[in-house]
């Protein structure tokens, strides 16, 4: 069996699980890719002293970049920068590029797809969205006789455990965090999970891949659950309902729209059972109907074994671009406050009777909470809802799926 290199950009959790990976599974993952796959190098600005890797570690990316028998590089630094820098000059090299950097494919997939294909080489990001949970792959493959035309995700990990736990336990969204955290469940800095940022990222990517042009993650509504108390639980409750951070898509009347934000999901959404870390992504096509992907989004051993399934799918492609189909013509957004739906929410309970001069047919919830009220509107525009809802004194307000 012949032999090819790679090198592995960043030794940190992905990175070195990307290692273990091929090390447990390396025969069947030779067999898969019908040649010998030897980690040639690893780049890490720090030192590994007693780790296996010491004699593979590079400080200097123009080693690798100057090697012509690597032929795949794993970029799984995060961040946009330098991985953007290196990962170009990778495919620009002629190299293949396997990568979970979402902030990386939000931002620069297209261009770096585009130069894939004008140097026959391939740029993978399954691990991008959905850690280990085939998703890329299957849009861009299985799913190809599709027109899909919805995409609705549970995409972030930490948001999820912290919503299930505090609809399990009726614990406050602080609490909860600090728990997490100790535990090492939720980064010190938690902002990019529970302010939506990195669902934001992932919904930007599926969204592109479904309209195959860019959508810019800067132009997708998203909130975070940092608003969501231990009341707001106590009224989903009462309408047998789950709180969960969802990050969407859809093509509406020919528009492109996106958003992350939390939403009551009913009994009957297969995402309603969704808990803990667990990520989930319900897709739907005009064929096949709905179709849900499950398991776990993050992690060391889940995401690296995406990775290397990308590092997989280059080998067996050598010489051949995988054709995927994401222009940088850049695509507008449906405005948000066109799209609607129906609301919760809570206002004082003396503020009822004008709650019901301001919307019609609307539905009292008591979840039995001293001096207050919840209701669920009919279906309304985002527009409408904000406008009706600007003459009441509301406490908080979420979606209904
Ligand atoms: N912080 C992310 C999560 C990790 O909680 O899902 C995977 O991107």
Redesign the pocket.
């Known amino acids: 069996m012949s032999k090819v290199d790679i090198a592995v950009l960043g030794y940190g959790t992905v990175g070195s699980g990307v290692v273990e990976v091929i090390a447990t599974n390396q025969e069947n993952i030779d067999r898969h890719a019908g040649r010998h796959i030897n980690v040639k190098y690893v780049l890490d600005l720090r030192e590994f002293p007693g780790d296996p890797i010491e004699e593979k570690l590079v400080h200097d990316y123009d080693i690798i970049l100057k090697d012509p028998d690597v032929q795949v590089v794993v970029e799984v630094l995060g961040g946009v920068n330098p991985a953007y820098t290196y990962v170009k000059q990778a495919l620009l090299a002629g190299k293949s590029v396997a990568t979970s950097n ?1 902030e990386l494919v939000a931002k620069h997939g297209a261009e770096l797809l585009r130069i894939a294909r004008e140097k026959n080489v391939n740029f993978f990001y399954e691990a991008s969205v959905g ?1 280990g949970i085939p998703i890329i792959r299957p849009l861009n493959s299985s799913l190809a006789a599709e027109q899909i035309d919805r995409v609705t995700g549970i ?5 999820n455990y912290i919503l299930s736990k505090m609809t399990m336990e009726g614990l406050d969204f602080n609490t909860v965090l600090k728990q997490a955290q100790a535990k090492g469940y939720a ?1 010190r800095n938690p902002e ?2 529970v302010e939506g940022y ?1 669902a934001c990222r992932k919904i930007a990517i599926l969204s592109s891949m479904i309209c195959r042009k860019q959508v810019d993650f800067e132009d997708i509504y998203t909130e975070g659950i940092t608003k969501i108390t231990k009341e707001d639980i106590l009224y989903a409750r009462k309408m047998k309902r789950v709180i969960k951070l969802l990050a969407r898509s859809w093509i509406e009347n020919g528009s492109v729209f996106a958003m992350v934000a939390p939403f009551l999901v009913a009994e009957n959404n297969p995402l309603y059972s969704i808990n803990g ?1 667990f ?1 989930a992504i319900l897709v739907h096509g005009n064929m096949l109907g709905s179709a849900m992907f499950y398991g776990r ?2 992690g060391k051993r889940p995401t690296a074994s995406a990775v290397v399934a990308d590092v997989v799918d280059a080998v067996r492609h050598t010489g051949v671009n995988v054709p995927i189909e994401w222009d940088e013509e850049k695509i507008e957004l449906g405005a948000m406050k066109t799209t609607g739906g129906k609301f919760f929410a809570r206002i004082p309970a003396d503020s009822l009777a004008a709650a019901e001069e301001a919307f019609d047919g609307l539905t009292v919830i008591d979840a039995k909470i001293a001096g207050e009220i919840g209701f669920i509107t009919q279906p309304l525009r985002e527009a409408e809802f904000e406008e009706k809802a600007a003459k009441l004194p509301v406490i908080n307000r979420i979606r209904l799926d």
């Open positions: 979402k850690g995409l972030n990990g930490t948001t980064e990019a999970d990195d870390v990520n989004g993050a």
